[in-house]
T-cell receptor
């Protein structure tokens, strides 16, 4: 049972490049979400999904796209990377509508945009 | 928008001490979460509270809905409790939509 798998663990992008951060879970959880963590800012919710085909915006959605075509996968796309998107990104999944209740987090992706 | 404040920002304790971390929020919520982030970065969900008190091992979480305040207590602290503790206010608005606002975290260091 792998839990929540995030890839890659580290990534360096040039300004303007695009990329996809992958998040996959094998626990049949309905609820999945993406966060960024910045020094001095704490965690912030980017996008979330309450089930396949359903996504919604969190606090800081600009510059990011998501889709949820299957229960297992919830990729986060950076459309045109900017230095302000340098951050550590976490994905989480949960069986509860209350986001974190019983949630499992991925190990994080450290992204640097130069 | 909900404002979530944690105190203290940093806390150093001797092993065995009783620890209290506080979290205040500005508007009504559906639930309050406590998370633990280990020094290596991994995040673990500790508690979800909508009222009263919960206990898990040496960790106790309480919430006062009227005062919009929650506390996380650690009894008989141990160096392995050293981590960043984060509270998050969850406002569920129905039909699958919610707002989630985080505190900036409290860094706890427990010295042997």
């Amino acid at each position: 049972n792998a839990g929540v798998t995030q890839t890659p663990k580290f990534q360096v992008l040039k300004t303007g490049q695009s990329m996809t951060l992958q998040c996959a879970q094998d626990m049949n959880h309905e609820y999945m979400s993406w966060y960024r963590q910045d020094p001095g800012m704490g965690l912030r919710l980017i996008h979330y999904s309450v089930g396949a085909g359903i996504t919604d915006q969190g606090e800081v959605p600009n510059g990011y796209n998501v889709s949820r075509s299957t229960t297992e996968d919830f990729p986060l796309r950076l459309l045109s990377a900017a230095p302000s998107q340098t951050s550590v990104y976490f994905c989480a999944s949960s069986y509860s509508k209350y986001a974190f209740y019983g949630a499992t987090f991925g190990s994080g992706t450290r992204l640097t945009v130069v | 928008k909900n404002e979530v404040e944690q105190s203290p920002q940093n806390l150093t304790a001797q092993e065995g001490e009783f620890i209290t971390i506080n979290c205040s929020y500005s508007v009504g919520i559906s639930a309050l979460h406590w998370l633990q982030q280990h020094p290596g970065g991994g995040i673990v969900s500790l508690f979800m509270l909508s009222s009263g008190k919960k206990k898990h091992g040496r960790l106790i979480a309480t919430i006062n809905i009227q005062e919009k305040h929650s506390s996380l207590h650690i009894t008989a602290s141990h160096p392995r409790d050293s981590a960043v503790y984060i509270c998050a206010a969850h406002a569920y608005s129905g039909a699958g939509s919610y707002q989630l606002t985080f505190g900036k975290g409290t860094k706890l260091s427990v010295i042997p």
